[in-house]
């Protein structure tokens, strides 16, 4: 068993990283055009994002700082949109970086956003997404969360266990005298209060396991039904879910969804999912007479982090995910459903750039050079917490130096504090110079945290050549503000 979990993940703990550093790169100054916001360039040798001097962005917004490249997070849509066509349909997945003025983007370049918690739908509705484009998801929704997603009307939610079935049917069924029981267990701080919505007849998708785990480069499509999401395809609780759905006046039944992993590279593990859904998509017809309307296959498109991730076009990608759905439903002689895809990372994860602070360089001995700054793994706790790789560069200045073997830590109380474990930076680096760490766009505000009672960075909008605040800085009476005791 490893010490660390996957790269891509939280699964995948009996994959070890490689632990030998890659070689120097020819030009330290270069930007590596994968792994920079589109916007991203050198002026002078100084970074700019957006038309922007990180300088100037450093001054004003102060470090960490999170930068996020508007156009990019655009582009990136109208990408997905145009690779999937006018008969699928693309919801960024908000858990990734979740704020009112991403969503906004988002959400005019025509894709719609599924929400996790009611945290995230609440951000979603105050950003005025439309609710019919909110797909609800989760694998613990209290009675208040969906009772909240039925009455805002939004327009999928996502079953994940029997007990959800059980609590959309107590707020949705007005048919029965006095409709469906609550429903037993904790359901949420309004309790039986919770109020029922019996006009609307919300679309429910079925979430299943598949059996399959995709990450990166590999997938194994055995022993995977061990984890919390969605209903068994192997034991039956699939099948038995969706004949709950049905069997629900207050319910209409909508489709399946499955979503296998992330930071995937090919398709072989959706080909493989795709087939075991469609399975039961026969069997949900032969049973109930029904064709499923949609087939939601989730997120984790890959993207890349370090010059070693060549991540597949995304138009690449859709082809091959259509020509699989096609090809099993022509097989199973079912017309194929409209199409559903939920990318987050593959959004907003190339648009950001994380501005550091250097602070303290030191020289461990025959070994590397320890580069510190600013922040760390309370701003980006991923390559503690999964191993992830990231690249860096030198951004307030270029530098002819030669690469010195660096690793960026934090300064946070934790020697596992690691921003990026193997860097080339050049050996004249010193404290006060600015470092950026790219593609930090989902899952690093997403899940920052305070630890050693640090505030969380702002993240800075650029674009044509301007700044703006989306999220402001934490501040430390923000946090002192918490503490009643
Ligand atoms: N959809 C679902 C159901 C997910 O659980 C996730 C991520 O965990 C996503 C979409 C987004 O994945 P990614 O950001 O890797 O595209």
Redesign the pocket.
Known sequence: MSRVAHPA?PRHGDVLPADHPPSAPDDLNALYPGIWPRGARRSAGVLTLGGVDVRDLAAEFGTPLYVCDEEDVRSRCRDYLEAFGPDGRVFY?A??FCSRAVLRWVSSEGLGV?V?TGGELEVALSAGVPPEQITM?GNNKTLDELSRAVSAGVGHI?ADSFEEIARLAYLTDSASPGGHSVPRGDPGPQGPGAPRVPTAKPNVLV?VTTGVEAHTHEFMATAHDDQK?GFSLASGAADEAVRRVIACPGLSFAGL?S?I????FDTAGFEVAAQRVVGLAVRIHDEHGIEIAELDL?????IAYTEEDDPPEVKDLAQSLREIVDGQCRAAGLARPRLTV??????V?PSTVSLYTVGTVKDVDGLRTYVSVDGGMSDNIRTALYDASYACALASRASAAPAMLSRVVGRHCESGDIVVRHAYLPSDLAPGDLLAVPATG??CRSLASNYNHVSRPPVVAVGAGAARTIVRRETLDDLLGLDVG
Do not use: T
Not at 261 to 264: D, E, F, H, Y
Not at 298 to 302: D, K, N, S, Y
Not at 342 to 347: M, S, T
């Open positions: 993940g997945a858990k990734a599924d996790c998801h996502v979430r999401f969804h979503h992993g992330s930071q995937i989730g997120g984790g498109f890959g939920e990318p987050g990372r593959g959004i994860g989902a899952y």
